[in-house]
């Protein structure tokens, strides 16, 4: 079992097993063994809203104990909580599954680790690139079919 906290400082502790595999495909149609093909780890890593409703599905015992709605759950969620949240469930889904099947599902979870590093990079790169905001200058003037140069200009 895995552990987070939310921005509201509450403890939440992700746990997946057979239980919470038929509650998650139960209450949200998603189907945590797809993780296998690697399809779910895509969507999950891709969509914080929708991971959120997962993490939610799988900690909603303890949070209908303490009388946490979904939406106080995804108000307390942002930031660094979606990250650890994340993380927590990724492993729990890795250790959820046999361990012949552990090696592929880490190694999936590395490459796209290693994909959203490197495009974050790339993004930071070419945006501070000042050959883009030239070329966003030049786009401006030809978009709005003017001569000289703008005010506040990016160039």
Not at 32 to 61: F, H, M, Q, R, T
Not at 77 to 102: N, Q, S, V, Y
Request: hydrophobic letters at 45%.
């Amino acid at each position: 079992m895995k552990t987070f906290k939310d921005n509201a400082g509450r403890t939440w502790t992700v746990d997946v097993n057979i239980a919470t595999v038929k509650r998650v495909k139960s209450l949200l149609e998603v189907d945590l063994l797809d993780a296998v093909e690697g399809k779910l780890l895509d969507k999950l890593i891709l969509n914080p809203i929708l991971l959120c409703d997962v993490i939610y599905a799988i900690c909603k015992s303890d949070a209908d104990k303490e009388k946490i709605s979904d939406e106080q759950f995804g108000q307390a969620m942002a930031g660094d909580a979606i990250e650890h949240a994340t993380a927590a469930l990724l492993e729990e889904l890795i250790e959820f599954f046999p361990e012949l099947k552990r090696p592929a599902l880490r190694a999936a979870l590395g490459m796209f680790q290693t994909l959203q590093e490197k495009g974050a990079e790339f993004t930071v790169k070419y945006l501070n690139d000042p050959e883009f905001e030239k070329a966003m200058d030049q786009e401006l003037k030809r978009i709005f079919n003017l001569s000289g140069s703008l005010p506040g200009s990016l160039g």
